[in-house]
């Protein structure tokens, strides 16, 4: 990984869900943060795949898994996961939040919709 390149240790999450499945009404199964503004998007697995479209849209080529436990990072551009550094706090969206989440908007075949 580019030193730094594309991490901003000091951008926020934008949210403790998926921006776009926030403003959409939709749903998500992981999160994933970018690495660089602090977009948070849903993974290549969910219905919409948010995050990946942010990186292409933005150029933005790193995300951190904004799950609990987990803080690996993935580089778009050679498409390998990495270590990298803490990144502003909160690291992981609410302990309380489901996965797939949100409460409320899971489809119960959300299992059929997974890429
Ligand atoms: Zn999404
Ligand atoms: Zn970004």
Known sequence: MA??????PNAVP???GCLECDASGGWWFHLRRCAQCGH???CDASP???ATAHARASGHP???SFEPGESWFYDYR????YDGPQLAPPEYHPLDQPVPGPAGRVPPDWQDHLH
């Open 14 to 16: 934008s949210g403790p």
């Open 78 to 81: 050679d498409e390998q996961m």
């Open 40 to 42: 948070i998007g849903c």
């Open 48 to 50: 919409a795949q948010h």
């Open 62 to 64: 790193l995300i951190r």
């Open 3 to 8: 030193e730094s390149n594309g991490i901003d």
